[in-house]
């Protein structure tokens, strides 16, 4: 009888692989919860994250810089039991990765909890970092562009890459991010063009939210993909269902059914 060996983490990322002749683009959504992990997982997805988003569309918070390590650690404990097969990665939050020494400290409780991976935001300042959590045999993912966990200093969410300068800034940060050894690099918020060379002049595969088709897979907020979040949803995002539609939908039949007698 065959035999199949599981794939290690770092070789399920590998195995998402550069888009290019026979190979489509690869699928990610964000998951934060264990039934949510675990329907992506049986349909095939082929990356989790489990973001932290979540202190935004799971915590109504109004960014994401209120989430801590324990949080993480939380929802990443929760996912991991529903998750077999895709890559499971967590982020490191906001203010949890101030030193090299702080990273590897908080990743490793990541990686407890069953995260694969962790991703960090950031280019070369956060290099010691990401050199250190390699050291440490901790597989990481890069993630450049809009970067959700400085929006209180750049004051608000805005398209990056916009001049010749900040292009360049983003091509500089992900090709460093490369050479020190990051598994793949979230481009999130750019001029389309922009992801498209950076996609093209790096080795390890992009994934792109909001940085148009050029790059080698794409993510979604899951709540962005099923309408599960109707207050607030990015303009590149398209919703495939309507789970707040039909949340309200069937609570207001429970609610008359039950007024009404019925139940
Ligand atoms: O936290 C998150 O959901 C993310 C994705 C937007 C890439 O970092």
Redesign the pocket.
């Known amino acids: 009888m065959e035999t199949t060996i599981p794939k290690s983490a770092p070789e399920k990322l590998a195995s998402l692989g550069k888009t290019g002749g026979d190979r489509p683009p690869f699928c990610?959504l964000?998951a934060y919860d264990y039934p949510v992990a675990r329907l992506l997982d049986e349909a095939d997805i082929d990356l989790i994250?489990v973001?932290?988003?979540?202190g935004m569309v799971v915590l109504g918070h109004d960014d994401?810089t209120e989430v801590t390590v324990e949080m993480m650690i939380h929802h990443t404990v929760a996912c991991r039991r529903g998750v077999h097969r895709a890559p499971l990665v967590a982020?490191l939050p906001y203010r949890s990765y101030e030193s090299p020494s702080e990273a590897v400290k908080n990743a490793r409780l990541l990686v407890g909890a069953g995260a694969d991976a962790v991703?960090l935001?950031g280019g070369e300042a956060i290099l010691p970092q990401v050199e250190a959590l390699l050291s440490d045999g901790i597989a990481v993912i890069g993630?450049v562009g809009m970067l959700?966990q400085h929006v209180k200093e750049e004051g608000g969410y805005s398209k990056k890459g916009k001049t010749e300068e900040g292009a360049a800034r983003l091509l500089a940060a992900a090709l460093a991010l490369e050479e020190a050894g990051v598994a793949a690099i979230?481009l999130?918020s750019m001029v389309h063009e922009v992801a498209e060379k950076i996609t093209a002049a790096v080795g390890v595969p992009t994934?792109g939210?909001g940085a148009g088709p050029g790059c080698d897979g794409q993510?979604?907020?899951v709540h962005d993909l099923l309408g599960a979040f109707p207050w607030f949803r990015p303009s590149f995002a398209t919703a495939r269902a309507d789970l707040a539609g039909e949340t309200g939908r069937a609570v207001r039949e429970y609610i008359a059914a039950v007024r009404g007698g019925r139940t």
């Open positions: 990610a964000t994250l973001g932290d988003s979540l994401t982020d991703k935001e993630h959700p979230v999130e994934i939210i993510i979604l907020v």
